[in-house]
């Protein structure tokens, strides 16, 4: 039976909004909609530049709406957690009342049947804006406008950064390949699979050979060499960000493993500062002892299972020019 994995990624950032969309976010904490003058149209929301020929536009706003009519929608009957409602939904485009483009945003209505093309409705403001384009938690239909909760009033700064933390979560499945290769790490022993019909040797628990598409299996496994060569590596200098753990440079290095052509990419290196990497350098396996074991899920780029990385095992350099284009 496939196992699966359940990971979220998640990439906070800042940015900054600028004379055209700041306006228009610092607007919404006012409970009003602003668009810009484009010649004789009005483009909600506002844009920097003209759409159809990218001439910069002067920032000659127009408050709209805040009713509008409805040109175009589509039901939304099973909502994830990344829609704006918890509950069946109507994303449309919406005229606002004075402008020439559509606004995408969400309805609340009761019902596909309650959906009409022309029909008119209103915003629902958020109780508290912050100055996101949320802070319209949606429209609804006729022409009068609600606030969610209590109406907390407008800020008085105006808005000009906005903070975002942008997410995915996917599930991935995990082969049987790479189970039994994290399970070898907790015996010390770095697996890898030979394909039984072209006879390559990959590692990181790879399910199948991509040139031959055999699916590896027991029989397939075998013991790789816990010395090698590294043969390229990248000095990293960390940025603060949140999340960020490391706060002083470090290596990520290629290692060519010993008797065979495999390559383990972006492995850490262990009591080796980041000055005396160089291609050419002797190193080996640096496993985790059962206290600081922690199962990353065996995923290259990193933690290989238990391995914690490579260390110089003292032996002379390989002087070979050629070590440079190994990366895989």
Not at 182 to 211: F, K, M, N, T, W
Request: charge should be negative.
């Amino acid at each position: 039976m496939t196992r699966f994995v359940e990971s979220t990624i998640t990439f906070p950032y800042k940015r900054s909004l600028g004379p055209v969309i700041g306006a228009f976010m610092s607007a919404l904490t006012d409970k009003r909609i602003l668009g810009i003058r484009n010649g004789a149209e009005v483009i909600v929301p506002p844009m920097e530049w003209d759409p159809r020929t990218g001439a910069e536009l002067a920032p000659d706003f127009v408050e709209v709406g805040p009713a509008g009519t409805v040109e175009s929608w589509t039901w939304v009957p099973a909502p994830s957690v990344q829609h704006p409602l918890d509950r069946p939904f109507a994303f449309a485009f919406i005229r606002l009342d004075g402008a020439n483009t559509p606004m995408f945003h969400a309805i609340d209505a009761t019902s596909p049947e309650a959906m009409a093309d022309g029909m008119r409705v209103a915003p629902r403001w958020r109780g508290v804006r912050e100055g996101r384009i949320n802070d319209i938690v949606c429209f609804v239909p006729g022409e009068q406008s609600e606030v969610e909760g209590t109406d907390a009033g407008a800020q008085i700064e105006p808005v000009v950064l906005m903070e975002y933390l942008a997410s995915i979560t996917y599930v991935n499945p995990v082969s049987p390949t790479l189970d039994r290769v994290v399970d070898a790490s907790r015996e010390r022993r770095l697996l890898g699979q030979q394909c039984p019909v072209c006879g390559r040797i990959y590692a990181g628990g790879r399910g199948h050979c991509p040139i031959d598409a055999v699916v590896f299996g027991i029989d397939d496994d075998l013991d790789l060499p816990q010395t090698g060569t590294i043969t390229n590596f990248a000095i990293v200098t960390p940025t603060q960000y949140p999340g960020q753990t490391e706060t002083e440079p470090f290596v990520r290095a290629f290692v060519l493993l010993d008797g065979v052509e495999v390559v383990l990419g972006y492995q850490p290196v262990v009591e080796l500062p980041y000055t005396d990497v160089r291609v050419g350098q002797r190193v080996a396996a640096v496993w985790a002892s059962p206290a600081e074991a922690v199962d990353t899920g065996g995923q290259m780029g990193g933690t290989f299972g238990q391995l914690i990385g490579w260390m110089p095992n003292g032996e002379p350099d390989i002087e070979n020019p050629d070590l440079v284009n190994r990366i895989f």
